[in-house]
């Protein structure tokens, strides 16, 4: 009876693993099958490089050069902003913050994670938009620095909470010895702390940028969604994921670009698997 | 010549009372052993001179450290230049993850020496003092990490020695060690006295006895005996002393 019973649930569990692998090739090959469809009708270049995106004209142009720049502008954008400020307070909270402050700062942190993208951003589109268009005296503020910004926010945390959790790992002793030959705080972080700590800060960094690439809900709302190729950051650019929401709705099940949209979804899925492995290695190097 | 002296130490973590009414002298270029079991307050009383305790929460200390006459344990004491003159070696070896090279130096950087020459000649030098430079001179500038454990605590030697300190401080240097790595590192010690005062916190009595000019016994943060080491070993005055080094208890 009891061994009737170890059985049932051993399968029960294998069960569950296997269906969640079995899921995910299910959507791997079903995105591949659709996605792949599209390049009967463009190759593969004119596809990647060309610089239209006129999926309903006639005959359509299925060119994601532009979609593909555009979230390349508004990711390296976030990067910019989110990473110092994420990998500062990062240091902040694990190596100078007193004790309550550590406590504050990481519920705001924790705070930061929980709000919906599309609640940033609603608030980006009513604050952000008009005063980037103020400030840079533009026609108008839906542009890809709206959308950087507003996607540092969003991939804060992620790179705050790794980072501090690489930071807090580093073996105390590398500290002692540090202010043992008479470092300051500051020399001990700059030459020890952030060395020792490098490949789980750069894993953070890999994890915060796959987190804006995939993006979809707050860059719709506040880069205003040209699918243009831009020249400065300070224009209108339309992602690759606020093509795939935007317009799935309106193309024609097989047609053209409703496959176009899936091999843009392709693009993506390779984008984020390339930086999560990356990310992977980042991590695990660290344990070695 | 004394180089360190306390007056009525006495060092509280919160409401332990951990070190109490220290009174000793640790002479220039000698080494001293300080000896007791787990828990006597060796390890804080070594951490004092270096003010390494100022990292715990809530201690506070009472009382005089002087070294070269001048007390460290006001709030004047500007802590850089106290480090530097007052080095420390650990128990578990805890060479940075960087290059053998990069460790060494890395105590001149901070002090602001940045020539690549002059920093050469002190890698060159450090190394030859702990006797690692022939091993280790084809390969400064792989990691640290890669070294055998003893290679490692002689290179925390050679890193501490680069910044010319006056006194090493050691905290169960060989605790880690096998026994022949142990042995090298004594005969260091002894080679190293000419130049630096030394004082080592060992549990291991043998090698208080070998290394050791004079020593200090302590006890629930108490020090009960101090005196050249061949007296505290051969006639103790103290029978709690006696008794240590006997192996009734520790």
Known sequence: MRKAKEFIVEKLILTCGVASIFFVALIFLFLMKEGLAVFKTVSLSDFLAG????PISEPPQLGILPLIL????????????????????????AEIAPAWAKEVLKAGVELLAAIPSVVLGFVGMVTLVPLVKNVFNLPTGLTALSGSIMLAFMAMPTIVSVAEDALYSVPKNYKEGAFALGATQWQTIWRVM??????????????????????????MMITGNAAVIPKTILVPVRTLTATVAAEMGEAVVGGEHY???????????????????TADLFLHKRQR | ??????????????????LKDVHASFEDKRITAIIGPSGCGKSTLLRVFNRMNDFVDGVRTDGEVLIDGEDILNGRTDLVTLRKKVGMVFQRPNPFPLSIYENIVFG??????????????????????VLLWDELKDKLNSSALLLSLEQKQRLCIARLIAVQ???????EPCSTLDPQATARIEELMRELKSNYSIIIVTHNMQQAARVSDDTGFMLLGELIEFGKTSEIFTAPKDRRTEEYITGRYG
Do not use: C
């Open chain 2, 108 to 129: 001149k950087k901070i002090h602001g020496e940045t020539k690549r020459e002059q920093l050469d000649i002190i890698v060159e030098k450090s190394l030859k003092s």
């Open chain 1, 70 to 93: 555009g979230s390349i502008l508004v990711t390296i954008g976030a990067a910019i902003i989110s990473i110092p400020i994420g990998v500062g307070s990062a240091i902040y909270i």
């Open chain 1, 51 to 54: 610089h239209k995106w006129y």
């Open chain 1, 259 to 277: 496959f176009a949209l899936f091999a843009i979804g392709i693009v993506l899925f390779m984008i984020s698997f390339m930086i999560n492995v």
């Open chain 2, 1 to 18: 010549m004394s180089k360190i002296v306390t007056k009525k130490l006495n060092l509280w973590y919160s409401q332990f009372h951990a």
């Open chain 2, 165 to 171: 300190p006056e006194v090493l401080l050691m905290d």
């Open chain 1, 194 to 219: 952030l060395p020792a700590s490098s490949s789980g800060i750069l894993a953070a960094v890999m994890l915060g940028i796959g987190r804006v690439i995939g993006e979809t809900m707050a860059v």
